[in-house]
């Protein structure tokens, strides 16, 4: 039984990987869930305009929301780096 749920595991995590490493994927996460949402200005813009201007106000939830939207521009930027470094 546990040699079942190892392989069931392992099949899971290899899935996980490819799609992580699917330029496809990662381009699309940039630009729905990285930019959403898109008007007056994208969102995530719009945080790092606050950070960069000092942060002033901002709380836990609004931190959280920055690592929200960056996650995907975080992915796009391992996936980079790791074509570039298997050069």
Known sequence: MALLQLKVLSKVFDLNMNIINN?????????TLGLAP?????????????ISGGAVGMEFKDWFDVLFHGAPFLLLFRKLLLVLIKK
């Open 38 to 50: 898109f008007f007056p200005e994208p969102h995530l813009w719009g945080k790092i305009r606050w």
């Open 23 to 31: 330029w496809k994927f990662i381009i699309i996460l940039c630009l």
